[in-house]
């Protein structure tokens, strides 16, 4: 009487399963074949990544050096900066002295010249 009233207090639980079971099997099916796609493309993805580590290491190592050099450009600009702006000052101020020069050093050859 015992088994009885668990068998049948059971049954619609195992029904419930055999249902579910049905329904996931198609799902598991198309799990399976999915993997089963996949798998040569992870193959050759890990096969790129074991290709191409080399190369993006080589990549990291010219940028770590270019970004050296850069900030070495950089210092060099910050530090040339203050004697560029001094050279343009210096010719800024020495521009006038050469105009005055050329025109007091050739005025009179240019005068002798009209005679």
């Known amino acids: 009487a015992l088994c009885n009233t668990y068998i049948l207090l059971y049954n619609p639980y195992i029904a419930l399963c055999n249902t579910y079971i049905a329904l996931c099997n198609p799902y598991i099916a198309l799990c399976n074949t999915y993997i089963a796609l996949c798998n040569p493309y992870i193959a050759l993805c890990n096969t790129y990544i074991l290709l191409y580590n080399p190369y993006i290491a080589l990549c990291n190592t010219y940028i770590a050096l270019c970004n050296t050099y ?46």
């Open 70 to 115: 850069i900030a070495l450009r950089n210092t060099y600009i910050a530090l040339y900066n203050p004697y560029i702006a001094l050279c343009n000052t210096y010719i800024a101020l020495c521009n006038p002295y050469i105009a005055l020069y050329t025109v007091t050093l050739y005025t009179p050859y240019f005068f002798n010249g009209i005679r």
